[in-house]
T-cell receptor, first 111, second 113 residues
């Protein structure tokens, strides 16, 4: 099993739709998680952090399921500008410093 | 506006040539990461440093790749000799230990012919 796995997509959704992505991880000791966003031909940027209670920021909600070892990202009322690749990040290694990225899930929001 | 600076932005070279990529992390950040991104593999961690000390370079092909931080303002990634399969975008990122927030440079797009 890969350390961090994501469905590559693409997820094609109409504007206004709700869409959710999952990311599974193999290291049960991981405590914190992150979602990054990467636009085409740009660098990744932090979108949200995910701790035990999850996190909500406007239309974006991130949740953690420790029992099943996955994190999720929910986007409500999708906008065209949400089109991007969403990468989940899991700190691995003995000191949990090894920030390991999933391969990303591509989202395309259409009119 | 603090940012991570990478050079060169683009590099085309021939197989067998040496390639050096440079990164200036954000002042005050104590962790520096090197990632490689390809369509097939996504973002692969090559090496990372904390307080300039290498912590993990297990993702890096040791026979041809080397990563160093000669000082707090400069991180380098060297490939010698380069091969076509090294063609990718190489990202440098810096952050503060424990925050999980990394600030990425714009990347160095390498093409090895």
């Amino acid at each position: 099993r890969k350390e961090v796995e994501q469905d590559p997509g693409p997820f094609n959704v109409p504007e206004g739709a709700t869409v959710a992505f999952n990311c599974t991880y193999s290291n049960s000791a991981s405590q914190s998680f992150f979602w990054y966003r990467q636009d085409c031909r740009k660098e990744p940027k932090l979108l949200m952090s995910v701790y035990s209670s999850g996190n909500e920021d406007g239309r974006f909600t991130a949740q953690l399921n420790r029992a099943s070892q996955y994190i999720s990202l929910l986007i409500r009322d999708s906008k065209l500008s949400d089109s991007a690749t969403y990468l989940c990040v899991v700190p691995l290694g003995g000191t949990a410093s090894k920030l390991t990225f999933g391969t990303g899930t591509r989202l395309q929001v259409t009119l | 506006d603090a940012r991570v600076t990478q050079t060169p932005r683009h590099k085309v070279t021939e197989m067998g040539q040496e390639v050096t990529m440079r990164c200036q992390p954000i002042l005050g950040h104590n962790t520096v990461f090197w990632y490689r991104q390809t369509m097939m593999q996504g973002l692969e961690l090559l090496a990372y440093f904390r307080n300039r000390a290498p912590l993990d370079d297990s993702g890096m092909p040791k026979d041809r790749f080397s990563a160093e931080m000669p000082d707090a303002t400069l991180a380098t990634l060297k490939i010698q000799p380069s091969e076509p399969r090294d063609s990718a975008v190489y990202f440098c990122a810096s952050g503060l230990r424990g925050t999980g927030e990394l600030f990425f440079g714009e990347g160095s797009r390498l093409t090895v012919l």
